[in-house]
């Protein structure tokens, strides 16, 4: 018992020998997921209101669900990683009253399922001839995602009885990829673009003629209610923050994929090459 | 035959935003305090220059485990974190396993006495036990956001749910398994209740119940990773966003700081355990 008084007094002591530097000033808090889309628009967007209008702002790497939960209890005050029509459906239909949609921050983002470009089958509507190849298997993502339900009925519409939508996670889902790819094997996934793979593999989405994986999708921002109120300034850039196109994004992500560099440098580094648009976000 | 299902889960969403709505500027209130402990102590941790903090916690370890050989671990694993560049990171989770750990004590162990002590508490005790140490994390993380909010308290508040339940266990176990022989022989010599409490059953019982405290230190750490999806950052953070990414090998890399941490902690409250001997 001795002991661990002694080991507490020592902890006390540490801490009250340290000078506690709390940061004064204006704070805004934001929540992503940690895909590198998300990730990508969220240093953009935490360089301009810290470098230009001087707020101290902290980015959180979390789960979509407690992203959307956060923003909708006002406990953070918004993100800009909520894919729209298709993928966050479900959240924002849960969440409509406490939040606000402020719009796209880009179009031309997209659900589908992929495979290597190796894999010659170019349509959904072949898989079934092939599935013996594929093992039967649809590799998915979080059981809880979107794209997962609009693949369920993917499954349904193009009476895929040969294939089972294996749930795991967006990490899995990658890690098969990666793996199939090594051995040259066949396999499909539920993808979403923009994201990394697509830059580090040689992929192709299949053909969807019935449309059922949902046309393009778009990525927006979402703030909590009373946010124009509390903190205008900050409405106002998270209100005009928009890519001229997604190729915009998908640039800032394959800089954050370079060995070594750092989110928040090419977040810098972006503002710097795009400032005409960076400050027509600030008017 | 068509029964209609039981709206479970409706009640429960009916009930949680009776919660938020009545009762979350109270936990929010309470999170905004714990936030600023939890803080302090972070940065106090880290005001510490790495080395001297290593060397510290090193002699420390000696000192209290009395064994030399766990002093060099300390040193050498401390120092492999600060190479992997990891240092801030494994701070601010050891701030948290602190916390969190302490928190779960001092509810669980005079919970676990109350237990040994009463029957009618034990009996509705043990059931929502079986509940905190089942339930999957995720179904109450979410949920607890509107409470505590995103970050660090809300992976307190599920970390103390997780990792409490052997506090409380093996301290009711402890004071349980104090022989009848020595309980009659107090209540011979006409000690009241309190004082057989005292200095009978939980001088016998202190080894289980720190046994229970290893354990709560343990499950605190094994569940960074998890509370890291509510935005506790720290090593588990480091897991998580590694994982998510694909690369193994920072991930395993934040992997082995957690290691090295408990076992660090879970040496040394060993050796403390076998001490009191």
């Known amino acids: 018992m001795k002991r661990i008084v002694t080991l507490l007094a020592v902890v006390a002591l540490i801490a009250a020998l340290a000078v506690p530097s709390f940061a004064g000033g204006k704070k805004v808090k934001l929540a992503y997921v940690e895909w590198d889309c998300a990730a990508a628009s969220t240093n953009i967007v935490k360089a301009v209101l810290q470098e230009r209008l001087g707020y101290d702002v902290e980015i959180l790497p979390v789960a979509a669900a407690a992203m959307w939960q956060a923003v909708a209890s006002g406990d953070v005050d918004g993100m800009v990683t909520a894919w729209l029509p298709v993928t966050h459906a479900d959240y924002l239909e849960r969440f409509k009253d406490k939040v606000e949609d402020l719009g796209p921050i880009a179009n031309g983002a997209k659900l589908g399922w992929a495979v290597p470009s190796y894999v010659t089958v170019d349509s959904i509507e072949d898989l079934n001839k092939n599935a013996d190849k594929f093992n039967g298997k649809i590799i998915g993502i979080d059981p809880g995602a979107g794209l997962m339900r609009v693949s369920e009925n993917a499954l349904k519409e193009y009476n895929l009885d040969k294939f089972e939508l294996v749930e795991g996670s967006g990490a899995t889902m990658t890690a098969a990829l990666s793996n199939a790819i090594k051995n040259k094997e066949w396999i499909i996934v539920t993808a979403w673009t923009p994201h990394w793979m697509f830059g580090k593999w040689d992929l192709k989405y299949l053909k969807d003629p019935k449309q059922v994986l949902g046309g393009a999708e778009h990525i927006d921002t979402v703030v909590r209610k009373g946010l124009k109120e509390d903190m205008p300034e900050v409405y106002k850039v998270l209100n005009n923050f928009k890519y001229t196109s997604i190729d915009q994004l998908q640039k800032v992500m394959a800089w954050n994929q370079e060995p070594g560099s750092d989110r928040y440098e090419n977040a810098l580094r972006f503002i710097k090459e795009n400032k005409a648009q960076v400050d027509s976000w600030l008017k | ?277």
């Not at chain 2, 880290?46 to 002093?71: E, N, Q, T, Y």
């Not at chain 2, 999957?136 to 809300?154: D, N, S, T």
């Not at chain 2, 409490?164 to 020595?182: A, D, K, N, W, Y």
């Open chain 2, 1 to 277: 035959m068509d029964i209609p299902k039981i709206p479970i889960g409706h009640f429960i969403e009916l009930f949680i935003n009776f919660l938020v709505d009545h009762f979350s500027f109270a936990t929010k209130a309470f999170s905004v305090v714990m936030e600023a402990g939890l803080e302090f102590l972070e940065h106090a941790m880290m005001a510490v220059p790495p080395l001297v903090f290593i060397v510290i916690a090193a002699a420390l370890v000696w000192f209290l485990s009395k064994k030399r050989s766990l002093g060099i671990f300390t040193l050498v694993g401390l120092a492999l974190i600060l190479n992997l560049g990891l240092w801030n990171a494994t701070i601010s989770t050891i701030a948290l396993v602190l916390i969190s750990t302490l928190i779960a004590i001092l509810i669980g162990v005079p919970l676990g006495i109350l237990a040994a002590m009463n029957k009618t508490t034990n009996r509705i005790v043990m059931p929502i036990l079986d509940v905190m140490q089942t339930m999957p994390a995720f179904v109450y993380l979410i949920p607890a956001i509107p409470f505590f909010g995103l970050g660090k308290v809300a992976a307190i508040f599920s970390t103390v749910i997780f990792a409490m339940p052997p506090s409380i266990r093996l301290t009711c176990l402890g004071i349980r398994q104090v022989p009848t022989e020595l309980v009659e022989c107090a209540e011979a010599f006409g000690s009241t209740r309190w004082q057989r409490l005292i200095k009978l059953e939980l001088p016998l019982a202190t080894n289980t119940i720190l046994a229970g405290v290893n354990q709560t230190v343990m499950l605190s750490l094994s569940m960074v990773v998890i509370a890291a999806m509510i935005g506790a950052k720290g090593l588990g953070g480091e897991v998580w966003k590694a994982i998510q990414r694909l690369q193994m090998g920072n991930g395993f890399e934040a992997g082995i700081g957690i290691v090295i941490v408990a076992m660090i902690l879970d040496r040394v409250l060993q050796q403390i355990g076998k001490r009191n001997n």
